[in-house]
């Protein structure tokens, strides 16, 4: 399984970014995928998971700012992401592969740059 993501850049704060990630390839892609970030010298964090089924799981750091949704036919997931702050600064990374809306899944996405500055 492949998961190619795109949609990073720098943004003001309180302004909007939308991320995409698309899987392909053959494999077992698992039933959940999601958004994970990394900021310098932090551990991977999870930000937001989406089921097959539409059911979300987000970090309570985001909720209210950022939504995860995907179109199932495509295999693709996006993340909304709205009144941006210096602390959502990171890379953020696609995942799939897992089960479960609080596990990480064994394939991940190359990484795109959010930077929110002014």
């Known amino acids: 399984v492949q998961l190619q993501a795109s949609g990073g850049g720098l943004v003001q704060p309180g302004g909007s970014l939308m991320l995409s990630c698309a899987a392909s390839?053959?494999?077992?892609?698992?039933?959940?995928m999601g958004w994970y970030r990394q900021a310098p010298g932090k551990q991977r964090e999870l930000v937001a998971t989406i089921s097959r089924g539409g059911t979300t799981n987000y970090a309570e750091s985001v909720k209210g700012r950022f939504t995860i949704f995907a179109y199932n036919a495509k295999n693709t997931v996006y993340l909304q992401m709205k009144g941006l702050k210096p602390e959502d600064t990171a890379v953020y990374y696609c995942?799939?592969?897992?089960?479960?809306?609080?596990?990480?899944?064994?394939?991940w996405g190359q990484g795109t740059q959010v930077t929110v500055s002014s």
């Open positions: 390839g053959s494999g077992d892609s698992g039933t959940v």
């Open positions: 995942n799939a592969g897992s089960s479960f809306l609080t596990v990480m899944g064994r394939f």
